[in-house]
């Protein structure tokens, strides 16, 4: 896990925006969306399109992924705990 990874896992313990991600962690786009594929890919994070709605091909995230919320999976979770 890269330091980007950890603390992009770090802000989704709780359901968050794409626009609370950017704020937080003050990052560019490109590292974002980047950083967000990579976990989406390593099956760390879930996609969703609105709170209760789950995206399964979330892939690729740099047409649609700034309108999208994330979430850490148990897997991302017990990987982020254990670094």
């Not at 590292?31 to 390593?42: F, H, R, S, T, V």
């Amino acid at each position: 896990m890269t330091n980007d990874e950890f603390d992009l896992l770090d802000e989704l313990y709780f359901l968050q925006s794409y626009q609370y991600l950017k704020s937080s962690l003050e990052w560019e786009d490109n590292k974002l969306l980047m950083n967000l594929a990579q976990l989406l890919e390593k099956g760390w994070i879930r996609c969703y399109s609105a709170p209760e709605n789950e995206i399964f091909d979330a892939l690729p995230l740099t047409e649609k992924g700034k309108a999208y919320y994330y979430l850490a999976t148990k897997e991302g979770l017990l990987t982020h705990n254990t670094i």
